[in-house]
């Protein structure tokens, strides 16, 4: 099955950017939807951003604007550009894959990674 792994994660000041990546192996990334998610201590994990086979992507209101999902397919990596970072972006940072992104639900994703921390300040 599929493994993903998470990179880019770090500490930035509040306006500043990031790029997330992860990597999957295991199975091409091409063929399947790759999202976005985030998980704050005592709160629900909640969809950041997802991108579809086609390279559809669809986004959370609240990064709308400020972030940017995009995969590389020769790569195997999905990325999520995050500009005008916002203290509230602070957060674990996951990706995980599901067939179809019919759903930005995280219950509807079946494979994780085990996420890289982000922190604005």
């Known amino acids: 099955h599929v493994q993903l792994v998470e990179s880019g994660g770090g500490s930035v000041q509040a306006g500043g950017s990031l790029r997330l990546s992860c990597t999957a192996s295991?199975?091409?990334?091409?063929?399947?939807?790759m999202g976005w998610f985030r998980q704050i201590p005592d709160k629900e994990r909640e969809g950041v951003a997802v991108i579809d086979s086609d390279g559809n992507a669809a986004y959370a209101d609240s990064v709308k604007g400020r972030f940017t999902i995009s995969k590389d397919n020769a790569k195997n990596t999905v990325y999520l550009q995050m500009n005008s970072l916002k203290v509230e972006d602070t957060a674990m940072y996951y990706c995980a894959t599901r067939r179809y992104c019919t759903s930005m639900s995280p219950a509807a994703f079946g494979y994780w990674g085990q996420g890289t921390q982000v922190t604005v300040s």
């Open positions: 295991g199975d091409t990334i091409g063929r399947y939807c």
